[in-house]
């Protein structure tokens, strides 16, 4: 005995040491907090290493704040706005002159349009000049194929009427020779012959005639040349000089006629032009002509092609000119004149708008402007910068606030359900200062170089508070049970350690493997929070499995000074609860049915709800997010973000290509080369959204889109970066990590964890499932007090956060409960009696633990953040409704309606289940 205490003590005394050194630095995790998304981003992402390399060759770069200045009337503006110069130069800034700013802006708006139109002319020049070109020749072509057609048709006709007048004087000269012929052996050749050298001496026929009338000598000395002239009969001459003539005829027009037609066949428009006649009109020939270019030409020179066609060089200078206005045109209205906002009422160089004045500042540290102005009720400083920064401070005063009202809650929490003083204050100690221990561990791993998130800090503190009491409530509750059956405090707490400890163990188990799943990310900081969850649980576990049943070995039943072992507020919860569980055994349809009804329901709102990644819609009303709802309506163009374009190795087309492709987006205001070398080029673009606003997203995979078409299309490496790459990889690529990977990871260790611990498949499955219907439940609750009624949307973060909190502390009472169970169905009892009991034992702690970690999340409303104020709300809600409606009603539902099933694989111990019976009859 002596032994056992003199250990319980020294288990005490180095826990007391152990946690006091790591509490020591509780204060100074803040310091070592990250709020920035980008800078919690791996360094694999593309958003990391371009950030590397702009921070290595162009160094930090300088920001952009904007301070919209409440002036009341213009006529006012100057005496205010001299106040605020006044600030600034004693900061040693000084603010643009935007009205000198605009003019600049105005002759760069001019030589850009002018420089893309030039470009686009030079590149029309060239493609105007080769339709030219190709039109005159094509032009020139046709008219050559009229003009040899018609040349050609003119000697068939010429050739055929001077054939005839020769055919009719070599009759009257044949004949002739033929009657004074005498001799019988006198041959025909001789007189055709004879005949043809008189008339071609006569006559001057044209050479092109020649080879026809060398046919038809030929041709009629072969019919009749060999005969002699006596004898010879009027009918044989007539015969050979007719179809001399005639076969020579057909000659001619064969000979023509191929020419024609080749001439014809020798261009697709020949036809065409020749059907216009022997001179055809230039304006119908330049048409036929403009038409063969229609498809292959640029949409912007089709109506010029008549014009070029078929004329003279001055009317390729018409249409540069006219073109060059067309272009201008355009380009001025695709890229409209930047607007002189109320040109009128600049003063001071500052812009002026209902009211408001802007003042713009280039500077390195923001936050030394915005605490300048901090007592300037009417000066409103915004930047990215400042944002983050009171985001920080936010949390600073937050996290204290919170504290406070988690610690009054759990105790008052503590004191109800225990109905009693020192248990609820041992237990509020011991837990205040292993929640010391936790930050403690938090900065000692954010020295040792790990990135630490913001949220880690807010998330350990419920965690600490929630399921240490439910640990705690757990442990004590047993131990009074037992006391009060007429146990001794050692056979008490050896029940706690056989009984009790294990299920701790197991929901300990499957809270820091749910939770610590986070490690299993590729993304530094979701490791760090996932560490800083297991850490956290440990040191819950060994606080209140551990170090508090030493406490209560020690203390004994002055553990539950001054009420000992009577309490107050059992019978009141457990009525209502077996009253719930019994109806709900009676009618396990109806209730299921309600209950599936309303998971259907509330996933179909879920499903509606918008999500946002943007922090300053989560933020309250104060200057900053003042300052950029005044910029929203009164100076829109001056909220921007940046990103970067890196080119490796330089390459000129890819250079112009990107130039171009990114310079037509909606959302581009500007794009310039930051830096070039011989390795690489840096592009700078100005985007018209704010650096925390979720419309970076799309315009990241727009430019991501451009990047990889450039570097397939010139063989370089192209890297995005900036602060959409930033916001894409901060979300989307996390999104798809989580729900892809580590969400699943949760759910089959949770099975493995429950399925080894309970000896069952479909009891972890049953939980599971009732979890989830809880968080469904109060998912769409809550989407209808925050988004339907105070139009608050939902933080990205929220419902990530949310099912790794549920799927892992939401489990405990369900595993309490269970065990419970367990151990009355190994006992003897059939399933709904099993229940019946196990409800009626354990509904007192594990409701009022339900309640006190309900109020340990619900303490985050006490934040200034929305976010916060939404997790605590929606976490503590869906505990409730676990304690109040799931596990009375419709868990017992399912395991009535499971039946057999419930345990297995495992079989129960039926021997001992038989003597119980037996015993009990």
């Known amino acids: 005995m002596v032994n056992g205490r003199m250990l319980n003590v020294f288990i005490i005394a180095v826990w007391i040491v152990v946690i006091l050194l790591l509490a020591s630095h509780a204060n100074l995790v803040f310091k070592i907090l990250v709020y920035s998304d980008n800078k919690v981003l791996p360094r694999w992402t593309s958003a990391s290493v371009v950030s590397s390399i702009v921070s290595s060759y162009l160094g930090n770069q300088t920001s952009l704040v904007v301070i919209p200045v409440y002036v009341g009337d213009v006529n006012n503006s100057q005496y205010v706005l001299e106040g605020v110069d006044q600030v600034l130069r004693s900061l040693n800034l000084s603010y643009y002159d935007l009205n000198k700013v605009y003019d600049v802006i105005i002759n760069r708006y001019n030589d850009v349009t002018n420089e893309t139109v030039r470009d686009y002319v030079g590149n029309y020049t060239a493609i105007v000049n080769n339709i030219y070109i190709n039109e005159s020749l094509l032009c020139s072509e046709l008219y050559n194929i009229s003009s040899e057609y018609y040349n050609t048709y003119s000697n068939y006709t010429s050739t055929i009427s001077e054939f005839s007048s020769f055919y009719s004087s070599f009759l009257r000269v044949f004949f002739l020779k033929l009657s004074a012929s005498s001799g019988y052996d006198y041959p025909t050749s001789r007189v055709i012959n004879e005949t043809a050298s008189t008339v071609l001496a006569n006559n001057d026929y044209p050479s092109w005639l020649m080879t026809q009338i060398g046919y038809f000598i030929t041709v009629l000395n072969a019919s009749i040349g060999s005969l002699s002239t006596y004898g010879l009969n009027v009918t044989t001459i007539n015969g050979a000089l007719s179809s001399s003539y005639g076969l020579t005829l057909a000659r001619i027009n064969s000979t023509y006629m191929a020419m024609l037609r080749n001439i014809t066949m020798s261009n697709p428009l020949a036809v065409q032009v020749i059907a216009l006649g022997r001179n055809p009109p230039r304006s119908l020939v330049a048409k036929l002509v403009a038409y063969q270019f229609i498809n292959s030409t640029p949409l912007l020179i089709k109506p010029y092609l008549t014009q070029l066609a078929c004329s003279n060089r001055s009317q390729v200078n018409q249409v540069m000119a006219e073109l060059n206005s067309s272009l201008r045109f355009i380009v001025l209205s695709a890229f409209s004149r930047p ?134 409530l757990l442990i004590v509750g047993r131990y009074l049970e037992e006391r009060r059956r007429g146990s001794t405090v050692p056979q008490a707490l050896n029940i706690i350690t056989r009984m009790t400890v294990p299920t701790v163990l197991t929901s300990g188990g499957v809270v820091a493997a749910g939770l610590g799943s986070f490690v299993a990310s590729n993304y530094q900081y979701i490791q760090v929070i996932g560490l800083s969850f297991i850490v956290t649980v440990a040191l819950v576990i060994l606080t209140t499995a551990v170090v508090l049943p030493s406490l209560v070995s020690i203390m004994g039943d002055g553990i539950l000074w001054p009420m000992g072992l009577r309490s107050s507020t059992r019978e009141l919860s457990t009525r209502l609860i077996v009253r719930l569980t019994r109806f709900s055994i009676k009618r396990p349809w109806l209730v299921l049915s309600i209950a599936l009804v309303f998971t259907a329901l509330s996933v179909a709102l879920l499903l509606q709800t918008p999500l946002t990644s943007n922090p300053i819609i989560l933020m309250p009303n104060i200057k900053p997010i003042q300052a950029y709802k005044i910029l929203l309506s009164h100076f829109p163009n001056y909220i921007e973000s940046t990103q970067y374009i890196v080119i490796e190795p330089p390459n000129p087309g890819a250079l112009s290509a990107i130039i171009s492709d990114v310079g037509a987006f909606n959302f581009t205001r500007s794009i310039n080369v930051a830096y070039n070398s011989s390795s690489m080029i840096i592009l700078k673009v100005t985007t018209s959204y704010t650096a925390l606003s979720d419309r970076l997203i799309p315009v990241y995979l727009d430019l991501a889109k451009v990047a990889r078409q450039v570097a397939e299309l010139y063989g370089v490496k192209v890297f995005v970066g900036g602060d959409a790459a930033n916001k894409y990889y901060f979300v989307s690529v996390f999104e798809r990590q989580f729900y892809g990977e580590i969400a699943l990871l949760i759910i089959a260790l949770n099975i493995i964890i429950l399925s080894i611990a309970l000896r069952s498949i479909v009891i972890p499955l049953r939980l599971l499932a009732t979890v989830m219907m809880s968080m469904a439940w109060a998912l769409a609750i809550s989407q209808v007090v925050f988004y339907r009624v105070l139009g608050i949307e939902t933080y990205w973060l929220m419902p990530i956060i949310l099912y790794a909190l549920l799927t892992s502390v939401g489990t405990d009472y369900d595993i309490f409960i269970v065990s419970r169970i367990r151990e009355e169905v190994i006992k003897g009892r059939d399933d709904p009696d099993a229940i019946l009991v196990a409800v009626e034992n354990t509904g007192p702690i594990v409701t009022g633990a339900a309640m006190v970690l309900a109020m340990a999340f619900m303490s985050l409303m006490a934040s200034q953040l929305y976010i916060l104020r939404e997790i605590g709300f929606t976490v503590g809600l869906s505990v409730l409704i676990d304690a109040f409606i799931i596990r009375p009603a419709v868990m017992p539902v399912i395991m009535v309606l499971a039946g057999k099933y419930n345990w297995w694989p495992s079989r129960l111990p039926t021997r001992i289940k038989e003597t119980t019976q037996a015993s009990l009859r």
């Open 339 to 472: 607007p002189y906002s109320y040109a009128n009422n600049v003063t001071n160089g500052s812009l002026y708008s209902d009211g408001y004045s802007l003042v713009v500042v280039n500077s390195t540290n923001d936050v030394r402007i915005y605490d300048a102005f901090s007592n300037y009720d009417y000066v409103y400083p915004f930047s990215t910068g400042i944002v983050l920064n009171q985001l920080s401070r936010m949390i600073e005063s937050d996290v204290p606030v919170i504290d406070e009202v988690s610690s009054i809650l759990v105790l008052t929490m503590l004191l109800f359900v225990l109905g009693t003083l020192v248990a609820p204050l041992v237990i509020l100690l011991i837990l205040v200062l292993t929640y010391g221990a936790v930050l403690g561990v938090i900065y000692l791993i954010g020295v040792s170089g790990l990135t630490v998130y913001y949220l880690t800090v807010y998330m350990v503190s419920p965690i600490v508070f929630g399921i240490g009491v439910d640990y705690s």
